[in-house]
C-alpha cells in the first residue's frame, strides 16, 4: 500500500539506504511512526528508522521480518510547507509529533512524524528546515554554507582613481584603523568564497570516482575474458586510487546521534566487502581500522568504535563477520569464506618435495595465499590445531611440516606402504642425501 504513495528506496546489503549523487545524510530518528491524519488511504507506517538527507526523508522498518525491510522516501523537493512545532502542556505527556505538507501524486497530502523514541525534536527540526532551505538536489551539490560576496566593504568609490586627503590627528588613527579591518575583513571573505568553491568542487570529485569505480567493478567480472595482464594491473591501480578517495556521506555521532554505533556498524558492513574480495575474504582488524579511517577522511573513528561496530555485525543480517583465533588475533571475514578451501592449499603446499624435506614459514604461506605473515601464521596454528601439520619451534622461528603420524601404522612402525604422503616424506629425504 505505501508503493502507491511513497516511492521505494534502495538499500544496501546491511540496510543501509543508497545515497543519489550528492546526497549526504544530516540526521536519523529512531521509532518513527509516518502517517497522515487526514487522508485515512495514506500509509500508516509504524516504527521505522527515519533518515534526513540533503535530498530526501527516507524512513526504513526496524524490526522487519521481510527481506529485505520496507523502505519509502519523500523527496524534499516535493514538500511545500512545514509546519510550526507546536507545544502544550498536553504534548509535555503525549509522544513529539511535527507536521509537514507535500505534493504526492498530485496531491496536497499533510504528513505527520511521531517520534516515539528518545530524540530531540527541535534539533530534527531545525536541521529539516535547513536542509529543504538549502535545495541542494536542484544543482546537485551540497553546499557547504552560503555563498559569501567578494565584495568588501571597502573605500574604493566608483573604481577610478582618486585622491585621498591626508587626515591628521585622532581622526586619521581612527581612519587608518577602519581601513586595516576593512581589509582584513575582505581577505576573510575571499578566503571563504574560495574555499567553500574547494570543497563543492571535492565532492564533486568524490562522486565521480565512485561512478568510475562502480563502471571498473562491474567490468571487471562482466570483461573478465580477453584482457592482458597489463590492463588487468591498470584496473586494479585504478580500483585501489578510487578505493582511497574516500566516503561522501560518513556516519557521525552528530548526524546519527543515539544511533551511531548501529549505523556505523552498517555502513563498515558495506564498506568492507571490496578489501575482503582483495585479501581473500579476510583481513586484519587493524588493516580495516586504516582503510576505514582513511575513507572517512576528518571523520576519525576510534578503537574502541569500530571493535563495537563490528560486534554488533551479530544482530544484523549481513554478509560479514568477526572472527577472533585462539591467539587473541582478530579479523574480519566473510560468512562464504572457508577454512576448508584454505586447508587444502596449505596441504598441497607442504606435500612438495622441497617443502617435504624443509618445511614452510608463515611467509611462505602468505606468498601462496596472498595475505599478509601474521594472518598465514593464525591459518598454520589452525591447520595444526586440525592435526593436519606439525610445529618444529627454533631460534630461527616456526616452520610448519606435513603431520606423517596419520599415515604410521601403530603395530608395525617400520611398514612403510608404497603409496602416501609418508612414502613420498622417504623418497624426498633420500634424494637430498
Not at 555563498?147 to 566593504?153: N, P
Not at 544484523?316 to 569464506?337: C, G, T
Request: net charge negative.
Amino acid at each position: 500500500m505505501a508503493g502507491n504513495w511513497l516511492p521505494a528506496a534502495q538499500l544496501t546489503g546491511s540496510g543501509r539506504p543508497v545515497l543519489e549523487p550528492g546526497e549526504v545524510e544530516c540526521s536519523l530518528l529512531s521509532s518513527v511512526d509516518l502517517l497522515s491524519e487526514e487522508n485515512p488511504n495514506f500509509p500508516h507506517l509504524k516504527s521505522g528508522l527515519l533518515i534526513l538527507t540533503t535530498h530526501r526523508l527516507i524512513w526504513v522498518q526496524e524490526s522487519s521480518t521481510t527481506s529485505p525491510p520496507t523502505a519509502v522516501f519523500i523527496p524534499l523537493s516535493a514538500v511545500t510547507h512545514i509546519f510550526s512545532l507546536k507545544k502544550s502542556i498536553k504534548s509535555m505527556f503525549a509522544s513529539p509529533r511535527f507536521r509537514f505538507q507535500a505534493s504526492l501524486k498530485g496531491m496536497m497530502v499533510v504528513i505527520t512524524l511521531i517520534l516515539r523514541g528518545k530524540s530531540d525534536i527541535d534539533s530534527f527540526l531545525e536541521k529539516f528546515w535547513e536542509a529543504w532551505r538549502r535545495k541542494a538536489w536542484e544543482d546537485g551539490v551540497v553546499k557547504s554554507g552560503p555563498e559569501v560576496s567578494g565584495s568588501g566593504h571597502g573605500s574604493g568609490g566608483d573604481g577610478g582613481f582618486a585622491v585621498r586627503m591626508p587626515v591628521v590627528g585622532v581622526a586619521g588613527i581612527l581612519r587608518k584603523e577602519q581601513e586595516m579591518w576593512e581589509n582584513t575583513d575582505k581577505s576573510l571573505q575571499d578566503a571563504f568564497q574560495d574555499l567553500n568553491a574547494l570543497m563543492g568542487k571535492a565532492k564533486e570529485m568524490v562522486m565521480l570516482a565512485e561512478r568510475m569505480r562502480t563502471k571498473l567493478l562491474s567490468g571487471s567480472t562482466s570483461q573478465a575474458t580477453g584482457t592482458n595482464d597489463e590492463e588487468i594491473g591498470t584496473k586494479e591501480e585504478m580500483q585501489e586510487l578510487l578505493l582511497s578517495v574516500g566516503i561522501v556521506s560518513p556516519v557521525t555521532k552528530e548526524s546519527a546521534g543515539a544511533l551511531y554505533h548501529q549505523q556505523l556498524s552498517r555502513q563498515l558492513a558495506d564498506f568492507v566487502k571490496i578489501p575482503l574480495e582483495r585479501s581473500g575474504g579476510m583481513i586484519n582488524l587493524i588493516d580495516i581500522y586504516c582503510l576505514f579511517n582513511r575513507a572517512r577522511g576528518t571523520e576519525l573513528i576510534s578503537p574502541d568504535d569500530l571493535l563495537r561496530a563490528c560486534s554488533l555485525w551479530e544482530k544484523f543480517d549481513v554478509p560479514v563477520m568477526l572472527r577472533k583465533f585462539d591467539s587473541d588475533v582478530m579479523v574480519i571475514q566473510s560468512k562464504s569464506h572457508s577454512d576448508d578451501e584454505v586447508f587444502t592449499r596449505i596441504r598441497s603446499l607442504v606435500t612438495t618435495p622441497d617443502t617435504l624435506r624443509a618445511g614452510i614459514t608463515a611467509s611462505d604461506a602468505a606468498m601462496t595465499l596472498g595475505i599478509a605473515p601474521a594472518m598465514a601464521k593464525e591459518h598454520l596454528l589452525a591447520a595444526e590445531a586440525k592435526g593436519l601439520l606439525c610445529r618444529d619451534v627454533s631460534p630461527d622461528g616456526f616452520r610448519f611440516f606435513v603431520n606423517l603420524l596419520q599415515e604410521i601404522d601403530a603395530d608395525d612402525i617400520f611398514l612403510v606402504k608404497e603409496y602416501g604422503i609418508y612414502h613420498t616424506w622417504i623418497k624426498a629425504i633420500s634424494a637430498a642425501r
